[in-house]
């Protein structure tokens, strides 16, 4: 498991926020019109981008501090694309929104993508690509996670694998503590889970 790793010790996880979309107790942004859709049914967030160049995300206050060690865990269903486009995670930005840290996947190819970017993508501040295997049997079933560890993060596409990245938390700062899903132009996807965990560290680890 993703939590097997040589860079801490790991004394407790404390669920901070899980929700498996029974009821939208967690108050997601639920909203129909011409160029977007979101609902939740079947204990899923249905998430739908109908617009044909404007990115969309779905957001809300991650329940931590900033000086907090997490995790955010989300297994993502890619329903419907134009054949073009990326979905994933969004954090660590404020309301105005003006810069988001972004983990995401091409719809088209087996690569990922983790940058720090403007809202109107005229400047990406840092940026990771790269390829990736599928799960087994996943389908166009994806696991998305995120974990910060003191001045890091550890990003994972898969349960049982190494992480796909590893960068310094200065290069994706976190401006505000909201966080959410991310969709481009002619997407649609549903979530059935998302989890966040308050990561309890053991001080005196050395490795």
Same mark, same amino acid.
């Given at each position: ?56 995300? #779905?957001? %809300?206050?991650?329940?931590i501090k900033?000086?907090?060690? =997490?995790? !955010? *865990?989300?297994?993502? &269903? ?7 486009g990326q ?44 390829? #990736?295997? %599928?799960?087994?049997n996943s389908?166009?079933?994806?696991? =998305?996670? !995120? *974990?910060?560890?003191? &001045? ?56």
């Amino acid at each position: 498991m993703i939590f097997s790793l040589p860079i801490a010790d790991i004394l407790h996880s404390e669920i901070l926020l899980q929700d498996d979309f029974t009821t939208n107790i967690r108050g997601w942004e639920i909203t129909e019109d011409e160029e977007e859709k979101s609902f939740i049914k079947d204990s899923h967030y249905w998430m739908e981008n109908k617009s044909e160049s404007r990115w969309m995300f #779905y957001h %809300k206050k991650l329940p931590i501090k900033k000086e907090d060690n =997490f995790i !955010i *865990m989300a297994q993502i &269903d890619l329903l419907n694309h134009q054949g073009y486009g990326q979905y994933g995670l969004v954090w660590g930005f404020d309301k105005e929104h003006k810069i988001l840290n972004r983990f995401s996947v091409s719809v088209e190819s087996t690569r990922l993508s983790i940058c720090r970017f403007e809202k109107n993508h005229r400047s990406i501040f840092h940026r990771f690509s790269n390829q #990736y295997e %599928k799960g087994m049997n996943s389908n166009n079933k994806q696991f =998305f996670s !995120i *974990m910060r560890i003191e &001045d890091y993060y550890y990003f994972f596409l898969h349960k049982d694998k190494r992480p796909m990245y590893i960068c310094h938390t200065s290069q994706l700062c976190m401006d505000g503590l909201r966080f959410g899903f991310y969709l481009e132009p002619g997407i649609m996807i549903r979530c059935d889970k998302i989890t966040v965990k308050r990561l309890i560290l053991n001080k005196g680890f050395t490795g």
